[in-house]
């Protein structure tokens, strides 16, 4: 496509439940990066993922959250035994270069 | 470590005023700087890239300009319209290593009032 697709656009998951997000990225874009955005927040960081190298995992809150990236392309965020304090929005992008484009986003509510 | 702050936090102005959004940033060597838009329950959209070796770029009533001595740049909107309100935000590359995450400030909320 021609944007950053990211799906499903929203969520609402029980407690203590796992959950995965999709990000299908600029087609020949090869770096790839999850933030999250809490209510009132600024974006929070949560891993980078550039080319065939080992992705940058940094900012990932806990041992709860893993993400991968298949075939240098679609990945997924996964989110284990979630917490009502991962409700936020969670933004895809990708860049080539410089510019970097974001996704709609998957927007999470744990109840 | 690089930090961005945006000034100010919140801007409401008639429509048809022109208006300045500010982002500064704690460390000049940057690579690049990005404005983006985000409307309400919405993702982020790409305004203006500019690089380090650029002063300004522009887009329709949208311009950019950087002063990377000062650690400045503004976002310059003319003509304002009630569309343009959004929040506004400004990112810069780290330069930590290789990861290229965007440190971001915590944006600039516009209303724009028909």
């Known amino acids: 496509g021609a944007g950053v697709s990211q799906s499903p656009s929203n969520k609402v998951t029980e407690k203590g439940k796992d959950v995965e997000l999709r990000c299908d990225p600029i087609?020949?874009?090869?770096?790839l990066y999850w933030y999250r955005q809490s209510l009132g927040q600024g974006l929070e960081f949560l891993i980078y993922?550039?080319?065939?190298?080992?992705?940058?995992k940094s900012g990932l809150p806990s041992d709860r959250f893993s993400a991968e990236r298949t075939g240098g392309s679609v990945s997924t965020l996964t989110i284990q035994r979630t917490q009502q304090e991962d409700s936020a929005v969670y933004l895809c992008?990708?860049?080539?270069?410089?510019?970097?484009?974001f996704g709609e986003g998957s927007w999470l509510t744990v109840v | 470590k690089q930090e961005v702050t945006q000034i100010p936090a919140a801007l409401s102005v008639p429509e048809g005023e022109n208006l300045v959004l500010n982002c500064s940033f704690t460390?000049?060597?940057?690579?690049?700087l990005q404005w983006f838009r985000q409307d309400p329950g919405k993702g982020l959209t790409s305004l203006l890239l500019?690089?380090?070796s650029q002063r300004e770029q522009t887009s329709g009533r949208l311009n950019a300009s950087l002063d990377k001595s000062s650690g400045r740049s503004t976002l310059y909107i003319a003509a304002s319209q009630p569309g343009d309100s959004a929040t506004y935000l400004c990112?810069?590359?780290?330069?930590?290593?290789?990861?290229?995450?965007?440190?971001w400030g915590l944006g600039t909320s516009l209303a724009v009032n028909p």
């Open positions: 992008a990708s860049s080539r270069q410089d510019a970097v484009y």
């Open positions: 087609s020949g874009h090869t770096a």
């Open positions: 993922f550039q080319g065939n190298s080992a992705p940058d």
């Open positions: 460390d000049s060597a940057i690579y690049n």
């Open positions: 500019i690089q380090s």
């Open positions: 990112a810069v590359p780290s330069n930590a290593g290789n990861n290229r995450k965007l440190i």
